[in-house]
């Protein structure tokens, strides 16, 4: 790849938690991986296939650093505080049908959260992370968390955070993001590396 390439972006996110298994929200209490998520984590490693990379940046967080360490990338990832999970405050542990108990119309791509971060805040380090990525040349890994990389992606497009409301992301997925001539493009999105015999 020619050295000044244009960047592609590889969204990864994290294996499964005890709380993404039950829709908590997961901001920034450090919870670490599954079994299950370990397993996963593994499986990213393997589609990633050794793939080399001009930078990889991982979320301070314990779930976005092991799936890093278990893909097999941790001795050569940065890590950078920009690429943590949306603060939740007030709603950190709470599913959506807890939180819509007390506020029927709530979305965090909307309203963010109370005690914690309004979607501008987290475009805001998204925009950061670009940035940070824009100046290296050929694949960047980004391992992080589900609703950060989904405002990451749509800053990338162009779109307020709130834009991420509609890029669905699951746990150890991959995704990537780069260029279409000059315009900024979604190349791939969402794909779920599954674990034998699950579909």
Same mark, same amino acid.
């Given at each position: 790849?020619?050295? +000044? %390439?244009?960047?592609?972006?590889?969204?990864?996110?994290?294996? $499964?938690?005890?709380?993404?298994?039950?829709?908590?929200?997961?901001?920034?209490?450090?919870?670490?991986?599954?079994?299950?998520?370990?397993?996963? /984590?593994?499986?990213?490693?393997?589609?990633?296939?050794?793939?080399?990379?001009?930078?990889?940046?991982?979320?301070?967080?314990?779930?976005?650093?092991?799936?890093?360490?278990?893909?097999?990338?941790?001795?050569?990832?940065?890590?950078?505080? +920009?690429?943590?999970?949306?603060?939740?405050?007030?709603?950190?542990?709470?599913?959506?049908?807890?939180?819509?108990?007390?506020?029927?119309?709530?979305?965090?791509?909307?309203?963010?959260?109370?005690?914690?971060?309004?979607?501008? +805040?987290?475009?805001?380090?998204? +925009?950061?992370?670009? /940035?940070?990525?824009?100046? %290296?040349?050929?694949?960047? %890994?980004?391992?992080?968390?589900?609703?950060?990389?989904?405002?990451?992606?749509?800053?990338?497009?162009?779109?307020?955070?709130?834009?991420?409301?509609?890029? /669905?992301?699951?746990?150890?997925?991959?995704?990537?993001?780069?260029? $279409?001539?000059?315009?900024?493009?979604?190349?791939?999105?969402? $794909?779920?590396?599954?674990? /034998?015999?699950?579909?």
């Amino acid at each position: 790849m020619s050295p +000044d %390439a244009p960047p592609v972006l590889w969204l990864l996110r994290h294996g $499964e938690t005890s709380w993404t298994a039950t829709g908590r929200h997961t901001g920034r209490t450090d919870i670490p991986l599954t079994p299950r998520g370990e397993l996963q /984590a593994a499986a990213l490693g393997r589609r990633l296939a050794c793939r080399p990379f001009s930078l990889v940046l991982t979320s301070p967080l314990a779930r976005a650093r092991e799936t890093c360490r278990l893909a097999g990338y941790g001795g050569m990832a940065g890590v950078d505080p +920009d690429m943590q999970e949306w603060d939740y405050g007030d709603l950190e542990g709470k599913t959506t049908a807890e939180i819509r108990a007390q506020r029927p119309t709530w979305t965090v791509w909307t309203s963010g959260a109370p005690g914690g971060e309004m979607p501008a +805040d987290v475009g805001q380090r998204a +925009d950061r992370v670009i /940035a940070r990525a824009l100046s %290296a040349s050929g694949h960047v %890994a980004l391992f992080a968390h589900g609703h950060f990389l989904r405002v990451l992606a749509a800053r990338w497009l162009g779109l307020a955070p709130s834009g991420g409301g509609s890029l /669905a992301l699951d746990t150890a997925s991959v995704s990537m993001i780069g260029f $279409e001539r000059e315009q900024r493009v979604i190349r791939h999105w969402n $794909e779920i590396c599954h674990l /034998a015999g699950e579909q």
